[in-house]
């Protein structure tokens, strides 16, 4: 049976090749599709899925995207190009009783392609026949509550379980996927060029230090926007951090806007809908306790208080008054909490409707915005400070993913990044769109300190009233565990990052060992133990965590 498709155009002579080479497959098989931003990644998946769905009139193909944003734009799509096939869209932005349908439409086999975020690879597809995860390095499928699972792994997991295809799909792969295809586990396909003979756009480094700043923003990157604008095109501001200001400050006695209940910052955040005296309020992102801004410090008494450094309010607010003749609109988790807001934004910006848009890592990855011909990063060093050794490849990945959101018509296009590390190596390889030269450095470095994904590691998360209460449980865990299994290494218990947690106390217990089969077989054995241990806290193991 032919499945209708509507108004496909032709592959290039790449995306052909990566096509043959998923058709050719038989049976389980992991494709790892590398593609530069605007190479056609997209086109591969919906002319593979089309020969999918055309062998089997029962079919089912299963499509994976980390945001709820990204969802609007490939449903379009899905539904112009196969228009007579049922669609079933699966995330929590849906009304309950429309998700309930369309989960029901998943689960009895009427909806033939299946659109949704990390939980719908749990969805039981009785014909399930392909999987694509697009952006399948991104951190938003690892669930980061309850039951901790990989949502990328687990369609791996159910494509070998099923006997089907898989198709990985980013142009920054994780590092655990690049090695996997070094390896020879994963097939590695390659879209080194965009469509249509497109180029990448030209990436320059500015230097904040010794500038003329103004709202945060060097004379070289607002003229910049002014030329975008004066050619009627559309520029991108990207600031990945959320709020009005990080902090709020009392110059006389150092106050700070601390959170009572997290080792964290409350920030300054203004709330449109509000009256004037609510209008800004200080909240935590982690908690989300909430409080008005007090109209004194409360340690001196002093009524001057400075709100420090800037989010995406405050840079919305600077853009405004810099550029008053253009259309601005701004999008972060602020905006997209309303339902349908998120939406409507981007679907304005397709429509030319918005000549400058703010946001954070919400605008980096998957929107085609046809007329985006300049793309500016503000802050862009936050990522070069971490102690997290995973901090180099988010960073390159959100950089390289928001860069590749300028130019996709063509014409020129260019990338100002605001750095205070203009030669760093990292800038070196994203200023040449190398990912393979990124990657490879830092799996080198990987492998020499002996850090995932070299080795295979699992966390003991506690949470008590009292720190001391935290690591004595893990303490008598560990003691648990002797014998110690030679090929499982276990650390000390030690406070996590941010120790305080919504008013609780929070210590981890880091195992690590250079195979997996052992870690397994460790925890099985372990774990029954760690259960029958006493104490008032709560406890989770975490196999793979992002976050240490």
């Known amino acids: 049976m032919a499945v209708p498709v509507v108004a496909a155009p032709a592959l290039n002579p790449a995306q052909q090749a990566a096509l043959a080479e998923i058709l050719a497959g038989q049976g389980f098989q992991t494709f790892l599709l590398h ?8 086109e591969v998946y919906l002319h593979w899925l089309a020969e999918v769905l055309a062998r089997d009139e029962r079919a089912q193909v299963l499509l994976m995207v980390p945001e709820i944003g990204l969802t609007p734009q490939l449903v379009g799509l899905l539904r112009a190009r196969f228009a007579t096939l049922p669609i079933a869209i699966l995330h929590s932005d849906l009304p309950d009783a429309e998700r309930a349908a369309h989960w029901l439409a998943a ?27 697009d952006e399948e390095h991104d951190p938003s499928y690892k669930q980061q509550e ?43 396909l390659t879209l080194p060029d965009r469509v249509h003979a497109g180029a990448l756009p030209v990436l320059r480094r500015v230097d904040p230090r010794r500038k003329a700043l103004a709202h945060g923003l060097t004379p070289e990157t ?33 106050w700070l806007s601390a959170c009572e209940h997290c080792a964290a910052f409350r920030v300054l955040h203004r709330q449109a809908s509000a009256g004037p005296a609510e209008r800004y309020r200080l909240l935590c992102h982690h908690c989300g306790a909430q409080e008005p801004v007090p109209r004194a410090c409360p340690g001196c008494g002093n009524i001057d208080l400075t709100p420090l450094g800037r989010g995406t309010q405050r840079l919305e607010d600077g853009l405004r008054e810099l550029f008053p003749a253009a259309r601005i609109a701004r999008l972060d988790r602020d905006v997209a909490r309303h339902r349908g807001a998120a939406r409507e934004v981007l679907q304005a910006a397709h429509r030319g409707e918005i000549d400058l848009l703010v946001g954070t ?15 500016v990063v503000v802050d862009a060093d936050s990522g070069l400070y971490s102690a997290d050794f995973r901090a180099p490849e988010r960073l390159f990945a959100v950089l390289m993913q928001v860069a590749g959101r300028a130019g996709r018509a063509g014409g020129h296009s260019e990338v100002v990044v605001q750095t205070r590390f203009p030669h760093h190596p990292l800038f070196d390889a994203l200023a040449r769109y190398d990912f393979a030269a990124f990657a490879n450095s830092q799996l080198a470095e990987r492998e020499a300190a002996a850090l995932p994904p070299f080795v295979f590691q699992a966390l003991l998360r506690v949470e008590a009233v009292k720190l001391e209460t935290a690591l004595d449980f893990l303490a008598r865990a560990r003691q648990a565990a ?20 919504a008013g609780r106390e929070r210590a981890q217990l880091l195992l690590e060992s250079a195979s997996r089969k052992a870690l397994h077989a460790f925890l099985d054995a372990w774990l029954p133990g760690v259960a029958g241990l006493k104490g008032a806290v709560r406890w989770q193991i975490e196999v793979d965590p992002i976050e240490i």
């Open 35 to 42: 593609g530069v931003t605007g190479s056609g990644k997209t």
């Open 107 to 133: 689960v009895d086999g009427r909806a033939r392609l299946v659109v949704g975020t990390r939980l719908s690879v749990l969805t039981p597809l009785p014909h399930l026949a392909a999987i694509v995860v």
């Open 146 to 188: 309850g039951v901790r699972y990989s949502a990328r792994d687990m369609a791996v997991a159910l494509a070998a379980r099923r006997a089907i295809t898989v198709v990985l799909g980013s142009a920054t792969p994780s590092l655990e996927s690049w090695l996997a295809a070094r390896r020879g586990r994963y097939r590695l």
């Open 222 to 254: 607002r003229q910049a926007i002014e030329r975008a604008l004066g050619l009627g095109e559309q520029a991108l501001v990207f600031m990945n951090r959320r709020g009005f200001a990080p902090v709020l400050n009392c110059d006389a006695c150092g």
């Open 361 to 375: 890592q919400m605008l980096a990855k998957g929107h085609d915005f046809r007329r985006l011909s300049c793309v």
């Open 482 to 501: 002797a014998p110690v299994s030679e090929r499982v290494t276990l650390f000390d218990p030690v406070p996590m990052p941010m120790a305080r947690l």
